[in-house]
């Protein structure tokens, strides 16, 4: 489409309002960068204003006149039992599965660092989890965890594991379910960690290394004394993703679940999603779904602290 | 306890790499794996508990991709799907590259800031957002419109590729367009007939990128989109095909196979882009 035209063949510019903007650098970036920024004030920053204008209203999905009910919403939403088990599911779901992402996505990331043949496939197959919809891969796993033919007691029956009258049913049993989540939602986050801490890895000059092995340390001594502080900052920002991809999503749990046996297994984004869009209740739910918010605030503090300091080293 | 040497060592390390590559290739892989086994098998044979399930203990059969084919609309769900994801590369691109390249040119603090302002609003939620969204959707008449996600999902794939396009466009000279305009173009002259060109690489990235994040939604769609014709794959598959009590496995795990690895094996390709992405800033 675009031609490459030697200099000489550049036509001069008429003058006008259009050729002003588009050589004056002050009027010329926030012309660029109005448009973007328009579409997401309209689309980020409003509905998130909404958000908490919605939250102390009495707004349904039928209902006409929006009326100011104060703090109303956060009182129902206090006392509801189920709130509280969504708050605690969401916290377990959250520090549980970042605890395994970080330990796996380390151990991982250490045995991918080094050249083998056939890396390509392996990292191919690695990455299937995270670069595939997570909504399908979770149906995947509610095969996998199917009351009558769950192919992991069928295995786990074969190898003697489990005795003939022992048949978990994964996702019926409230403890079951929230530990079947929560390895879904390792599984899903791994790989992303994973390459990211890789990229880490790869960033460490490999003299480091070679000088102190040179000195006399062992491999273990090189993990813990040099590798994992260099990585430290990257792993950091590995989990900020993860929180915020765990902490806020609803997919794995509407998918397994429906946040079922008895809302024992509700998070906060599905609890939301029922109370604001299955049940009507804007205003509830947008009260639930700001209690994300804290979490949301606090990853981007630290986000930037992570940004900041790696700009001025 | 005995000195091992430096073989015996290496030895011991692969090893262990080996074991552990092993361990999660199982683990991260299985599913995908069990999804192509089930698509092929009888459904007779996937409801015998006495078969043993990783074989085929009946010849295997194509009956499961004829029922998705023809009596699920699957097929539907996928041109929605290419339809929704071409419509917000479209818009995408048209916010994105010139806010991506101004946000890379902008001298001062103020690019910066800005540039991190923009990706910061990617990691706002669609589970805060959806709330509201449902209204305005209602209040503009978009529900169960496939409009609906053209409009809204913008709010994600913009943040994210001005971000990533601010990356590419950094990592081209400035020289190139000081030449360009030595030569008579003006600033912005220069980035359409001289910057463009050579950043297709950066384009086709935030291309791929906008539309496999849109392949992947699945909040959104299932808030907006009541009537099964207009979802989306990532939606119809895990609400149309598992209602009631029947499961058609066979179908479902085939439909999970058929929308994913086309996604996953092209975003493969990129995903080294989309971690420099994450991690600008972080690492150098």
Same mark, same amino acid.
């Given at each position: 489409?675009? /031609?490459?035209?030697? #200099? ?23 012309? =660029? ?13 409003? #509905? ?11 707004? $349904? ?13 956060? %009182? ?11 708050? /605690? ?39 299937? #989890? ?57 599984? /899903? ?31 273990? %001594?090189? $993990?813990?004394?040099? $590798? ?19 902490? $806020? ?8 679940? %429906? ?22 209740? =804007? ?25 900041? %300091?790696?700009?001025?080293? | ?101 101004? @946000? ?37 008449? @978009?529900?169960?419109?496939?409009? +609906? ?5 913008? +709010? ?70 009541? +009537? ?57």
């Amino acid at each position: 489409m675009m /031609r490459a035209p030697g #200099p000489s063949a550049l036509r001069p510019v008429p003058r006008g309002l259009f050729s002003r903007i588009a050589d004056n650098e002050t009027l010329l970036w926030p012309a =660029l960068l109005a448009p973007a920024i328009l579409y997401i004030v309209l689309l980020v920053g409003l #509905p998130f204003l909404l958000s908490l204008y919605y939250s102390v209203s009495d707004v $349904t999905v039928a209902s006409r006149a929006v009326n100011f009910v104060g703090l109303e919403n956060f %009182r129902r939403i206090v006392e509801s039992a189920t709130f509280w088990t969504a708050l /605690r599911n969401s916290v377990i779901f959250t520090i549980v599965s970042q605890f395994f992402v970080v330990v796996f996505a380390n151990i991982l990331a250490v045995a991918l660092s080094a050249d083998f043949r056939g890396k390509w496939l392996v990292r191919l197959l690695i990455l299937l #989890p995270w670069v595939a919809p997570i909504s399908l891969g979770a149906i995947g796993w509610l095969w996998i965890y199917d009351s009558i033919y769950s192919i992991i007691n069928w295995t786990a029956r074969a190898v003697g594991i489990l005795g003939p009258n022992d048949w978990p049913i994964w996702l019926g049993q409230p403890v079951l379910a929230m530990a079947s989540i929560i390895i879904v939602q390792i599984w /899903r986050i791994v790989p992303l960690a994973t390459v990211i801490i890789l990229a880490g890895l790869s960033s460490i000059p490999n003299d480091i290394n070679d000088a102190a092995a040179m000195d006399g340390a062992g491999f273990w %001594r090189r $993990t813990f004394q040099i $590798t994992f502080p260099l990585v430290m900052p990257i792993t950091l920002v590995a989990v900020l993703f993860g929180v915020i991809f765990t902490f $806020t999503d609803m997919i794995v749990v509407f998918v397994l679940t %429906r946040g079922g046996p008895y809302d024992q297994t509700q998070v906060l984004a599905t609890w939301a999603f029922f109370t604001g869009i299955q049940g009507g209740d =804007l205003a509830g739910g947008a009260a639930v779904s700001l209690f994300l918010f804290p979490v949301l605030v606090a990853v981007a503090i630290l986000f930037l602290n992570v940004a900041r %300091r790696t700009e001025v080293t | 306890m005995t000195i091992l040497n430096r073989r015996q060592r290496n030895i011991a390390r692969a090893g262990g790499r080996a074991a552990v590559l092993v361990f999660f290739v199982t683990f991260l892989a299985f599913p995908f794996y069990w999804m192509l086994i089930t698509t092929f098998k009888t459904t007779n044979d996937l409801h015998d508990t006495s078969h043993n399930p990783y074989l085929f203990n009946d010849p295997p059969t194509l009956e499961h991709l004829r029922v998705l084919f023809e009596d699920t609309q699957f097929v539907q769900w996928l041109l929605n799907t290419g339809f929704v994801g071409l419509a917000v590369v479209a818009i995408t691109l048209l916010l994105a590259v010139p806010a991506g390249y101004a @946000l890379a040119r902008m001298t001062g603090a103020w690019g910066q800031t800005l540039g991190i302002a923009i990706f910061l609003t990617y990691l706002v939620p669609p589970t805060i957002l959806f709330i509201p969204f449902a209204r305005i959707i209602a209040v503009l008449g @978009l529900q169960d419109s496939l409009w +609906s996600l053209v409009l809204v999902y913008p +709010s994600f794939t913009v943040p994210f590729c001005t971000w990533l396009l601010m990356g590419f466009f950094k990592a081209i000279p400035r020289d190139l367009e000081d030449a360009a305009m030595m030569d008579g173009l003006s600033r912005f002259g220069a980035f359409v007939r001289v910057v463009m060109p050579v950043s297709v690489s950066g384009i086709l990235t935030a291309i791929i990128f906008a539309f496999t994040l849109v392949t992947q939604e699945f909040v959104y769609g299932v808030t907006f989109i009541t +009537s099964s014709s207009s979802y989306t794959v990532s939606v119809g598959v895990p609400t149309f095909l598992v209602r009631g009590d029947v499961y058609f496995w066979g179908s479902m795990m085939a439909a999970c196979l058929i929308a994913s690895v086309p996604i996953a094996i092209i975003y493969n390709l990129f995903v080294d882009r989309f971690v420099a992405g994450f991690t600008v800033g972080a690492v150098k």
